[in-house]
């Protein structure tokens, strides 16, 4: 049986592993390098598993041999004779064919599958050929098979070579590139000229990497915001660069301190009955998004989507929903926040859950407790552990209560009861509580 192996460092020794997640094989005598392909041989084996390959090693004790280091298990050592850098040839004839045919572009080289090719393309049409030599019948129908498992292997194997083309271009226009980028480095920072010289390079890589550097210099103290915003927006008109960056988590975090999201909305009413409240993340969709208010990066906005799914960002979190049903609408940020009847009912009982929660975590905390019984929260939950201990310690209460409000309505505790009181004020002034819009 011929198969192969990929070899890894692992501890201080190279090994390999004997399928996906089988048993790791170790190598006696010369070792091989890391993250080398490697053919081994083992006449008579019967499958590739450490079990028959250790009983297949046994019985041939010229072979090979097991050890042990100090203090641990037995180890596979498989002998220098059997085995040698795999050749693009070995993955016509290994039986582990259907797990390394897809690393191949990992280990081979451009050059190793264009002689493939010449050895066996040719071979793959004298197959094809075969398949019309003969009349329709058994004869036929064994060389169609015969061709079939040919033709699958060998171009399953070339297939591959495009992917390997691909890589060995990049460095190629790495090297031809290099001298413009390092160029770029030594000249003062213009983060207009740096997007000109990026948007002429070819190599995915560099301009990423320079993007890299783009985005650490943006960041820097004392560089001008109105030169931040000028970058940027040369930068999202450049097609390619804007969908190099459009998913490009790191770039993003990079360039978070360096970006002031002033409000660019004013003197407009807007609903947020349905704004949901979710933590910014910087990216072209909140750069180019209409805001209310100031938004940080890292920081809870409300987010108000319209049929299209174009957001709108509020600066300010849940508060801000309850701020406007309670007192029907709120000035904020240049522009006027409303929340609809029916919105406003439902912060009604959010509020009145919060009263619900507060007292409950006094008199009965685990009837507060079971409030929450829809988030199945865990048995080690901090909820759980202060309702368990408020049976004898009444300061545990609040703990409990803070932490239930905020589960329940997604407010910081403090603001949900200056909210309950100013619902209660509003309440004792008018005769009754005002949570519908003007």
């Given amino acids: 049986m011929k198969f192969v192996v990929v070899t890894e460092i692992y501890g201080n020794r190279v090994s390999a592993r004997l399928g996906y997640y089988g048993e790791r094989l170790f190598f006696a005598g010369r070792q091989p390098a890391s993250n080398q392909m490697l053919t081994v041989d083992a006449p008579g084996l019967i499958e590739i598993t450490a079990e028959a390959l250790t009983a297949w090693l046994r019985h041939r004790p010229e072979a090979g041999r097991l050890s042990a280091w100090p203090s641990r298990k037995e180890l596979l050592e498989l002998p220098e004779a059997l085995w040698r850098p795999a050749a693009l040839d070995d993955l016509m004839v290994i039986d582990n064919y259907n797990a390394f045919m897809w690393w191949s572009s990992h280990y ?233 009847s029916e919105g406003a009912a439902g912060l009604y009982q959010a509020l009145l859950e919060v009263e619900r929660l507060d007292t409950l975590a006094n008199v009965d905390p685990q009837q507060a407790l079971a409030r929450v019984a829809h988030l199945d929260l865990p048995a080690n939950h901090p909820a759980r552990q202060a309702a368990e201990a408020a049976r004898t310690d009444p300061r545990q209460a609040r703990v409990l209560a803070d932490l239930l409000i905020e589960l329940a309505v997604g407010l910081d505790a403090d603001v949900a009861r200056q909210l309950v009181r100013s619902m209660a004020g509003r309440s004792r002034g008018g005769g009754r509580v005002r949570l519908m819009t003007g």
Avoid: C
């Fill in 108 to 340: 081979f080289t451009s050059a190793d599958f264009s002689a493939f090719a010449d050895r066996w393309l040719p071979k793959a049409h004298e197959a094809l050929q075969q398949t019309q030599a003969h009349p329709a019948g058994e004869d036929r129908l064994e060389a169609m098979w015969t061709a079939e498992r040919l033709l699958n292997r060998v171009f399953n194997i070339l297939a591959r070579s495009p992917e390997r083309l691909k890589a060995e271009s990049e460095k190629l226009l790495q090297e031809l590139e290099a001298g413009q980028a390092e160029l770029l480095r030594r000249s003062p920072f213009d983060g207009l000229k740096w997007l000109a010289t990026i948007g002429q390079l070819r190599s995915d890589k560099l301009r990423q990497d320079l993007l890299l550097e783009l985005a650490g210099w943006l960041a820097e103290p004392g560089v001008a915001q109105a030169h931040v915003q000028e970058t940027l927006a040369e930068l999202g008109r450049s097609k390619p660069l804007r969908q190099l960056t459009m998913y490009w988590t790191v770039f993003w975090q990079r360039l978070g301190a360096a970006v002031r999201l002033e409000g660019n909305v004013f003197g407009e009413t807007i609903d947020i009955s349905t704004a949901t409240a979710e933590r910014v993340t910087l990216s072209w969709p909140v750069l180019e998004a209409r805001r209310v208010g100031r938004i940080i990066p890292g920081r809870v906005a409300l987010v108000v989507r319209n049929e299209q799914g174009q957001p709108i960002y509020v600066a300010g979190g849940r508060a801000l929903q309850f701020q406007a049903g309670v007192r029907g609408r709120l000035r904020k940020h240049g522009n006027t926040l409303v929340v609809s």
